[in-house]
């Protein structure tokens, strides 16, 4: 039983679960309904399973190897959260993001023959070679690391838009209708893309600055010690403003289609909790400081994917 929590502990099965959530809440609020007014996709429910399946592979194998490579730091930063030479030896560790990133690609691959999709091998490929990349050097650059992480995170969202905007077609529909829906769906999945994007970056900035103390230790380039804590929380600060800003021009967009469960969820439950961050933000000084605001930026961010639900009740 242990042997279990240690490894649900090292592939983040939150955050695997949260892969889960968003792709299915995806699928049933911007794709599924859709059938009933004669637009369909030539990507059925057993391909985007898999496409699930090998998203989760793939990010389990990179939180693996990233925690393999990060062990001395883990050490210094969490030494009672590591698991590697602890409960799992660090060969097994090894050997599961093989076997994972394998599964994934292959999974991808499958997907690739069996529908018109012909990129999805390539592109997951191309993920666990970034994730590796960024395990062994990319994530101790200025930047370079953050960046790339909330690409990945975007790119979530992005995999499972574009399996469905390459496979949309219309049969027996209003030619009208379906350029409103395309041209929808695409706004859509660039907003919550966006979203994904930024506030991954503003809670990966934070975790450097509840990092620094280890990555210091080992020679990390992060922003807090590049650019020093009062930089680093003026950058988080920003982005935080932005997207604020932008859910703000958004509510005030949808209020004009009578969407007032939308403002009212977006409010309580996105803006409000951004606006404490920021006000937290200035005073927060320890790493349990820093590790509350990453937690509540998490919540945000399943928050925003949630609000999903949004579209699948107003259209």
Same mark, same amino acid.
């Given at each position: 039983?242990?042997?279990?929590?240690?490894?649900?502990?090292?592939?983040?099965?939150?955050?695997?679960?949260?892969?889960?959530?968003?792709?299915?809440?995806?699928?049933?609020?911007?794709?599924?309904?859709?059938?009933?007014?004669?637009?369909?996709?030539?990507?059925?429910?057993?391909?985007?399973?898999?496409? !699930?399946?090998? &998203? /989760? #592979?793939? *990010?389990?194998?990179?939180? =693996? $190897?990233?925690?393999?490579?990060?062990?001395?730091? @883990?050490?210094?930063?969490?030494?009672?959260?590591?698991?590697?030479?602890?409960?799992?030896?660090?060969?097994?560790?090894?050997?599961?993001?093989?076997?994972?990133?394998?599964?994934?690609?292959?999974?991808?691959?499958?997907?690739?023959?069996?529908?018109?999709?012909?990129?999805?091998?390539?592109?997951?490929?191309?993920?666990?070679?970034?994730?590796?990349?960024?395990?062994?050097?990319?994530?101790?650059?200025?930047?370079?690391?953050?960046?790339?992480?909330?690409?990945?995170?975007?790119?979530?969202?992005?995999?499972?838009?574009?399996?469905?905007?390459?496979?949309?077609?219309?049969?027996?529909?209003?030619?009208?209708?379906?350029?409103?829906?395309?041209?929808?769906? !695409?706004?859509? &999945? /660039? #907003?919550? *893309?966006?979203?994904?994007? =930024? $506030?991954?970056?503003?809670?990966?900035?934070?975790? @450097?600055?509840?990092?620094?103390?280890?990555?210091?230790?080992?020679?990390?380039?992060?922003?807090?010690?590049?650019?020093?804590?009062?930089?680093?929380?003026?950058?988080?600060?920003?982005?935080?403003?932005?997207?604020?800003?932008?859910?703000?021009?958004?509510?005030?967009?949808?209020?004009?289609?009578?969407?007032?469960?939308?403002?009212?969820?977006?409010?309580?439950?996105?803006?409000?909790?951004?606006?404490?961050?920021?006000?937290?933000?200035?005073?927060?000084?320890?790493?349990?400081?820093?590790?509350?605001?990453?937690?509540?930026?998490?919540?945000?961010?399943?928050?925003?994917?949630?609000?999903?639900?949004?579209?699948?009740?107003?259209?």
């Amino acid at each position: 039983m242990k042997l279990i929590a240690a490894f649900l502990s090292l592939v983040r099965w939150q955050n695997l679960a949260f892969i889960v959530i968003t792709q299915v809440l995806f699928y049933y609020s911007l794709v599924q309904q859709r059938y009933s007014k004669s637009i369909y996709f030539n990507f059925d429910k057993n391909h985007f399973i898999l496409l !699930i399946i090998a &998203s /989760v #592979l793939i *990010a389990a194998a990179g939180y =693996i $190897i990233n925690d393999y490579f990060d062990l001395n730091i @883990d050490q210094v930063n969490k030494p009672d959260r590591t698991v590697i030479d602890k409960s799992i030896k660090r060969r097994w560790a090894i050997v599961q993001h093989i076997l994972f990133s394998l599964a994934g690609i292959g999974i991808s691959v499958y997907i690739d023959l069996t529908t018109s999709i012909f990129w999805l091998g390539i592109s997951n490929l191309a993920c666990v070679m970034l994730l590796f990349g960024y395990s062994i050097t990319l994530k101790k650059k200025l930047l370079i690391g953050n960046i790339l992480i909330s690409a990945l995170t975007a790119w979530v969202i992005i995999v499972a838009f574009l399996c469905y905007y390459r496979t949309i077609y219309c049969a027996n529909c209003d030619p009208a209708y379906y350029d409103v829906y395309v041209h929808r769906f !695409i706004r859509i &999945s /660039v #907003l919550y *893309a966006g979203f994904a994007f =930024i $506030i991954s970056l503003i809670r990966e900035v934070v975790k @450097d600055l509840e990092d620094m103390h280890g990555d210091a230790r080992y020679g990390c380039k992060t922003m807090p010690i590049v650019w020093g804590i009062p930089a680093s929380k003026i950058f988080v600060a920003v982005w935080l403003i932005v997207l604020i800003s932008v859910i703000c021009v958004v509510q005030v967009y949808v209020l004009q289609f009578g969407w007032w469960w939308s403002a009212v969820y977006s409010i309580a439950l996105i803006i409000v909790p951004l606006i404490w961050i920021i006000f937290k933000l200035r005073a927060a000084q320890t790493p349990a400081d820093y590790h509350r605001l990453s937690s509540v930026i998490k919540y945000v961010m399943f928050a925003g994917i949630l609000s999903m639900l949004v579209f699948r009740i107003y259209t």
